[in-house]
């Protein structure tokens, strides 16, 4: 309760109200078993949906991917954290496959571990740590205890039961996502408020898709390098949105900004009149209006401007000969 109250205050007075609810930071280990002599690991920790740390599985360092990566944390707390991590990560993905390994004999196996924490403005925060066997959940850390997961079965109850032994270290994680993560997190976002705050206009023009049959055509409105993520856009006849847009899964640019499409099956005869309108928050109430009547496709511009000019050529030359 007093984490709870502690990070409702925090996020009220550094204005963390503009940041999208839930505020998540996850952090993802994924371990794939081939022997025992040999194992791959693989982790990252998350801002929502923006990676901002690596890890080096060898010697068990953080990877700072942004400026503002390390939050308020000082070297020695990321240290500490660092020591932590490598020790109780790989331990217990060790005692897992042991005990997979004893039930049964698979030449490779993928185990998946995320854990973390969520925060809504006036609410306790949510710390969570949850484990996948070969793409299935398998089971969750609820408090100090391991809970099997409801289509685990009888191997992941056994598999609870083993690790709810660990009383010392069940303690040491519930603090770690309870307590610690909540801290880092608020940290992190006054790090990089700037960056996370800023706004940055969407680009949009308009394509033709393959044609979806005789006296068809596919409009697609195309919005790119934009942020924040919120955006939108659909196709409308006037005023009226038209319910046949099909929107596209909203993807990321390398840059951190942001990519959609959205198209819209009509037939050719019914495309007079019909816009794509883009809205987001950074255009300020000024939408993106795209009219399809206005977009050429570029097969078209070409032979718009280069048939006039081989036949501007061809009479020149004709010319030049009479004389």
């Keep these: 309760s007093h984490v709870s109250s502690w990070v409702t205050v925090w996020m009220k007075r550094k204005g963390t109200r503009d940041f999208q609810e839930p505020i998540t930071f996850r952090i993802i280990l994924t371990s794939s078993f081939y022997n025992r002599a040999r194992t791959q690991n693989q982790g990252s920790a998350w801002l929502g949906q923006l990676q901002t740390h690596g890890w080096d599985s060898k010697t068990g360092a953080f990877i700072f991917l942004r400026p503002w990566s390390r939050g308020n944390f000082s070297n020695e707390k990321f240290m500490e954290l660092e020591k932590l ?25 993928p185990v998946q571990l995320e854990g973390g924490c969520e925060l809504h403005l006036g609410e306790a925060s ?20 391991w809970w099997p997961s409801p289509k685990g079965g009888r ?12 009383y010392v270290i069940n303690e040491i994680i519930h ?12 940290g992190l976002l006054d790090a990089g408020k700037a960056y996370l705050k800023r706004q940055v206009r969407p680009e949009a023009w308009l394509s033709s898709g393959s044609s979806p049959g005789p006296g068809r055509l596919l409009l697609v409105c195309h919005v790119s390098g934009f942020y924040p993520k ?4 659909t196709w409308m006849r006037g005023e009226q949105e038209h319910q046949g847009t099909r ?10 900004t942001w990519y959609l499409q959205t198209s ?21 109430g000024q939408d993106i209006v795209l009219y399809w009547e206005q977009h050429r496709p570029v097969g078209l511009v070409f032979l718009a401007v280069i048939v006039p000019l081989v036949l501007l050529a061809g009479l020149a030359f ?3 000969k009479r004389w």
């Design 126 to 145: 949510v710390g969570f740590v949850e484990i996948a066997y070969q793409g299935s959940d398998l089971m969750s850390f609820q408090n100090t205890s």
């Design 175 to 186: 603090t770690l996502f309870s307590d610690t993560c909540p801290q880092f997190l608020l």
């Design 230 to 233: 919120p955006v939108w856009v």
């Design 155 to 166: 191997r992941t109850e056994e598999v609870c039961t083993l690790f709810n032994r660990f």
């Design 264 to 284: 819209l099956d009509v037939e050719a005869r019914e495309a007079a009149g019909l816009s794509c309108r883009v809205r987001h928050s950074s255009l300020e």
């Design 85 to 109: 991590f490598y020790s109780y990560s790989i331990r217990f993905l060790q005692v897992f496959q042991d005990h997979v390994s004893q039930c049964s004999p698979v030449e490779a196996f």
């Design 247 to 256: 929107r596209g899964e909203v993807l990321p640019h390398a840059d951190g």
């Design 318 to 320: 004709w010319l030049w």
